[in-house]
């Protein structure tokens, strides 16, 4: 599970290539680029599926993964709100340098991740961040962690681990065949 979700992403996109190759676009690796919203969403839909299938065969429930405790619920919401307001700035300003530094301006690494699609596709491409809730953090924090932090008996190494990899994850999305802008999502 640990890099499921690496592989998803690539086999997403590749299935996405594939029928973009089938109705004639030449070249459809780098044309299924710019759906990589919608491999979000297929791998979304799979880990989830995978997370269901491991968890009933230890005899868990993806629902044990998602509760929360009602009892601290505020405070909880208090520490996560105060998180995201301090993380926005801390993780956009290396991600801009970065850009820059990597791929000569951060325009340009925003337009390479970004690129056109019909309003159709946008629309859809909405609902990978809604997937993205029950599929991305609880396989790497919820799964794979606890997991970790058993065989290797250190929470720290177990989270380090499950952190690098839910970063190392964006480097396949999309896999854009340039190794700066590999690097680049790698480290934002």
Known sequence: MLVSRMVLF????????????????PDAWSESSRWWMHAVLG???????????????EGGRLADLLRFDRRTFWKDLAWSVAGFLLAGPIASLPMSALGTVLLGSYDRAIAMLFRPLPMWAILLGFLFPITIAFAELPTYFGYVMPRLEK???????????????????????????????VLWRALM
């Open 151 to 181: 065989q290797l008996r250190s929470g720290w190494l177990a989270w380090a681990i499950a952190s690098l990899f839910l970063s190392l994850q964006h480097a396949t999305l999309p896999l854009i065949l340039d190794g700066r802008f």
């Open 10 to 25: 690539l086999v997403m996109q590749g299935l996405i290539a594939l029928v973009l190759r089938a109705g004639g676009i």
């Open 43 to 57: 791998a979304n839909l799979v880990s989830i599926a995978l997370l269901v299938w491991l968890l009933r065969r």
